[in-house]
């Protein structure tokens, strides 16, 4: 089982410029998020999907969209990146939304807009 | 508002010492409490979580982590540290929605734990 895979590792974008970043997770769970991880302040919820074909926002959405694209695989684009979006970003999955699920996270993308 | 407040930023620690690293909670209702743990250039790992049952839990790598309700605490403990263990360790709470659903996990800051030798 290879977990929660995330690409790219490493980008860099200039203001304005769009990317997508993938997460897939080969462990059959329903649930997916999206994290940004900025010094100090712990990791911030962007998006999660509960189960295929729903998304939601969570704390930090703006300037952010995502895709549940089935099971397996959760992207997070963004559509005109700002400076503000330099971070690390983090995708997790949960067997389900129970509140003892624990969640397992991939590597991260280390992203930095110029 | 709903908070999990982890007072150190970093907590260092002689190698074969106890250690703790603090964390303290505000949620309403009953917590879900979790412990997870960052390696450099790694996603975070599950250590240990917290839903009902033994104030006392046990998680990975000889971790283990004391429920206070009184004092809404979670704090996390080892009883020999690891130069290995160095790492940052971040407390999270799981809370209910309005809409009924337990869809969001609040983190704490993060403690950067340093385990000399």
């Known amino acids: 089982n290879a977990g929660v895979t995330q690409t790219p590792k490493f980008q860099v974008l200039k203001t304005g410029q769009s990317m997508t970043l993938q997460c897939a997770q080969d462990m059959n769970h329903n649930s997916m998020y999206w994290y940004r991880q900025d010094p100090g302040m712990g990791l911030r919820l962007i998006y999660y999907s509960a189960s295929e074909g729903t998304t939601d926002k969570g704390e930090v959405p703006n300037g952010y969209n995502v895709s549940r694209l089935n099971k397996r695989e959760f992207s997070l684009r963004l559509e005109s990146a700002a400076p503000s979006q330099t971070s690390v970003y983090f995708c997790a999955s949960s067997e389900g939304q129970g509140p003892g699920r624990e969640q397992y996270f991939g590597p991260g993308t280390r992203l930095t807009v110029t | 508002a709903q908070s999990v407040a982890q007072p150190e930023d970093q907590v260092n620690v002689a190698e074969g010492n106890p250690l703790t690293v603090k964390c303290t909670y505000s949620?309403?209702?009953?917590?879900?409490l979790f412990w997870y743990v960052q390696y450099p250039n790694r996603g975070l790992q599950f250590l240990l979580k917290?839903?009902?049952?033994?104030?006392l839990v046990k998680g990975s790598y000889g971790f283990e982590a004391e429920f206070n309700k009184s004092q809404t605490s979670f704090h996390l403990k080892k009883p020999s540290a690891l130069v290995s263990d160095s790492a940052l360790y971040f407390c999270?709470?799981?809370?209910?929605?309005?809409?009924?659903?337990?869809?969001?996990?609040?983190f704490g800051a993060g403690t950067r734990l340093a385990v000399h030798p």
């Open positions: 949620v309403s209702g009953n917590p879900y």
């Open positions: 917290y839903i009902t049952g033994d104030n």
């Open positions: 999270a709470v799981r809370v209910r929605l309005l809409s009924g659903g337990y869809n969001k996990l609040i």
